[in-house]
């Protein structure tokens, strides 16, 4: 069993700044490959960025790339995704993933099986 809990979400003004968390616990957490997906009213869960075991390789949605960045603390357990340049349409539940095994990068929501309960993150015009 994995324990994911977020945190770090708000409300901030487009063009800000936001960083978000995620600890981990119950497995080795350089074991895990991670993730942060994230759901927007009325929408399906899209996936945000992914991470390595490792750290050394990740990958990000279209849409954030270049204004997000993922990086993981294998000696605290944490994941954190730092969010600039925010836009409105970047408002949505933000939610951690977890999948055991040294996977390179898993980017669907099927390849995971452990999920944080989500934090919300509201971007203002």
């Known amino acids: 069993q994995v324990q994911l809990v977020e945190s770090g979400g708000g409300l901030v003004q487009a063009g800000g700044s936001l960083r978000v968390s995620c600890a981990a616990s119950?497995?080795?957490?350089?074991?895990?490959?991670m993730g942060w997906f994230r759901q927007a009213p009325g929408k399906e869960r899209e996936f945000v960025a992914a991470?390595?075991?490792?750290?050394?390789?990740?990958s990000y949605a279209s849409s954030v790339k270049g204004r997000f960045t993922i990086s993981r603390d294998n000696a605290k357990n944490t994941v954190s995704l730092q969010m600039n340049s925010l836009k409105p349409e970047d408002t949505a539940v933000y939610y951690c993933?977890?999948?055991?095994?040294?996977?390179?990068?898993?980017?669907?929501?099927?390849?995971?099986?452990?999920w944080g309960q989500g934090t919300q993150v509201t971007v203002s015009s």
């Open positions: 993933a977890a999948q055991p095994g040294w996977y390179s990068l898993l980017v669907h929501i099927y390849e995971y099986d452990y």
């Open positions: 119950g497995r080795t957490f350089s074991k895990l490959a």
């Open positions: 991470i390595s075991w490792s750290g050394s390789s990740t």
